[in-house]
Nanobody
Framework: QVQLVESGGGLVQAGDSLRLSCLAS????????MGWFRQAPGKEREFVAA????????YYADSVKGRFTIFRDNVKNTVYLQMTSLKPEDTAIYYC???????????WGQGTQVTVSS
C-alpha cells in the first residue's frame, strides 16, 4: 500500500537546526494529508505538524509554532520537517504519518530519533 521512510534525525545541540525527511512510496492518494508526530520516552505521542497535500495548508502544535516548518516536494513525493532553534524538550522519536483521505492517519513510518543536548 504505502511505505513511509523517515530520515535526517541525529544528535544536535540546543539552538541547532535539523531537517527531517519522509519519503512516501507505493500507492498515492490525491486528497492525502501528511504529518509529523513525536514521542519521548515515557510520554504520549503528540502531534507536531501536518500538511494538506491538495490545499497546501499547514498546521502546527503550539510547542513548535514559529520554529518548525513542514513542506513538501511533489516530484520526490517527500515531506520535510525543518526544525530550527531546537530545544532539549524536542528530543523524541519523530514519526511520519499519512492520512489517505485527509482524516485518519493510517500509515506510519518507523521513526527517526532526534536528540537535542543542552
Amino acid at each position: 500500500q504505502v511505505q513511509l521512510v523517515e530520515s535526517g534525525g541525529g544528535l544536535v545541540q540546543a539552538g541547532d537546526s535539523l531537517r527531517l525527511s519522509c519519503l512516501a512510496s507505493g500507492r498515492t492518494f490525491s486528497n492525502k494529508a501528511m504529518g509529523w508526530f513525536r514521542q519521548a520516552p515515557g510520554k504520549e505521542r503528540e502531534f507536531v505538524a501536518a500538511l494538506s497535500w491538495s490545499s497546501g495548508n499547514t498546521y502546527y502544535a503550539d510547542s513548535v509554532k514559529g520554529r518548525f516548518t513542514i513542506f513538501r516536494d511533489n516530484v520526490k513525493n517527500t515531506v520535510y520537517l525543518q526544525m530550527t532553534s531546537l530545544k532539549p524538550e524536542d528530543t523524541a522519536i519523530y514519526y511520519c504519518s499519512l492520512a489517505p483521505m485527509g482524516t485518519r492517519y493510517d500509515y506510519w513510518g518507523q521513526g527517526t530519533q532526534v536528540t537535542v543536548s543542552s
